[in-house]
Structures are given as C-alpha cells and as structure tokens.
C-alpha cells in the first residue's frame, strides 16, 4: 500500500520561502509523475507542478518564476520550494502521485499541509 | 490556459437520488478528464479518469461520460458517504486545471 507523508513549515512571514518535503512508502519511485497542488481556503484546487523520477519538470506558468520541484530518489521523497510568498500563498498544499507510470491521473495523495502567510 | 466551468456550484440532493454535475472545458480535451472527490479536512479522492473510466474501488453508482468540451458526472442512488465537493481537472495541456467545484449538500 503506497502512502505518501509530508512535512515543512506552517507558518511563513511574506518574502520567506516556503519548503515541503513528500516521503513516498511502500511502492516503487521510479516511473512515476509527482505533483504538487495547492487550494487557497474555501477555493478551487490548483496545480503547482510535477516531476518525473529522472528530475524532469513541468511548472503552473502562474508560479513557474517561484516555484522550484526537485526528487531525492535516494530517499524516496521529492520537494516544493516557492519563494518570496505572499498571503496570496496561503493554502492547502498537497503531494500526490500518479495513478500508474507514465500517467498523470492523481490517486495517491498526501494528507495535506496547511501554509499560512502572515507578517 | 484551458478553463474548466462546473454547474451547479452548489446542489442539494437526498439519500438514493440520482444527481448530475457537469463539466465544460473552454477547448477541446478529448477524453483527458477527470473526476475526484474531496471531504471537508482531507485530500482529493479519483473516482474517475479518462472521462468514463471508473478507479478501481469506487462503487458502480459512480460514472462519467463526455469528450470534447462537455462531461458529466453521475451518482445514481446518492449514499450519505456521497455528500462531498466534486472537482473535475483536464489534463490534456498543461497546466492542468480544475473546475471550481461542485458542492452536494443534504436537501
């Protein structure tokens, strides 16, 4: 059973960066996509971006100029860095895995973390 | 980038109804949809992909169908587990994106 378990800080001042880190259990990490998304309080779900096992990524162009995705597959996990956030960053933020190699329908998700921006 | 609009936003139902939700992408994304299901406090879950492909261990009363710029999402018999916010997310061009979400609420 993969389960995916992630951590960073919960509470950022604005200019600081944000970083998370997403552990992968139980299955393999090679072959697959990884994403991060986000979801604002009470709002829609948006794709940060996604990564392959070989380091290749993709960014959301409304964040690409901040957002930096990066895999450790030594350790299993990959990792989210936005910089210089604002309160507009405040969210949900979550890792996920693709439904089988090579796809990027999401059926494994972190629990979630919760960022808040505030000075 | 490709906008995602569903209706209703909000759509209140009772216990073995049968609901409706649909989907409109701005372009064409053939077939490249899908479905999830999100509870208050947890991480989306995929019911559906590749517009009509059901994830294994959602239950039978749980479909989609559509291409093109038009989908639906249908639960038949509603169950009070039902009762979530449902998002549909094109992947066809990046980046992806996701409608603004379909709220079922207890009628």
């Known amino acids: 059973q993969v389960q995916l378990q992630q951590w960073g800080a919960g509470l950022l001042k604005p200019s600081e960066t944000l970083s998370l880190t997403c552990a992968v259990y139980?299955?393999?990490?090679?072959?697959?996509?990884w994403s991060w998304f986000r979801q604002p309080p009470s709002k829609g779900l948006e794709w940060i971006g996604e990564?392959?096992?070989?380091?290749?990524?993709k960014y959301n162009p409304s964040l690409k100029s901040r957002v930096a995705i990066s895999v450790d597959t030594s350790k299993n996990q990959f990792s989210l860095k936005v910089t210089s956030v604002t309160a507009a960053d405040t969210a949900v933020y979550y890792c996920?895995?693709?439904?089988?190699?090579?796809?990027?329908?999401?059926?494994?998700w972190g629990q979630g973390t919760t960022v808040a921006v505030s000075s | 980038d490709i906008q995602m609009t569903q209706s209703p936003s909000t759509l209140s139902a009772s216990v073995g109804d049968r609901v409706t939700i649909t989907c409109r992408a701005s372009?064409?994304?053939?077939?490249?949809l899908a479905w999830y299901q999100q509870k208050p406090g947890k991480a989306p879950n995929l019911l559906i992909y590749?517009?009509?492909h059901l994830e294994s261990g959602v239950p039978s009363r749980f479909s989609g169908s559509g291409s093109g710029t038009q989908f639906t999402l249908t639960i038949t018999s509603l169950q009070s587990d039902d009762f979530a916010t449902y998002h549909c997310?094109?992947?066809?061009?990046?980046?992806?994106?996701f409608g603004q979400g379909t709220k079922l609420e207890v009628k």
């Open positions: 996920a895995r693709a439904r089988d190699k090579g796809l990027v329908e999401w059926s494994i």
């Open positions: 139980g299955g393999s990490f090679s072959g697959y996509y």
């Open positions: 990564i392959n096992h070989s380091g290749g990524a």
């Open positions: 372009q064409g994304i053939r077939s490249w």
């Open positions: 590749e517009a009509s």
């Open positions: 997310q094109q992947y066809h061009a990046y980046p992806w994106t």
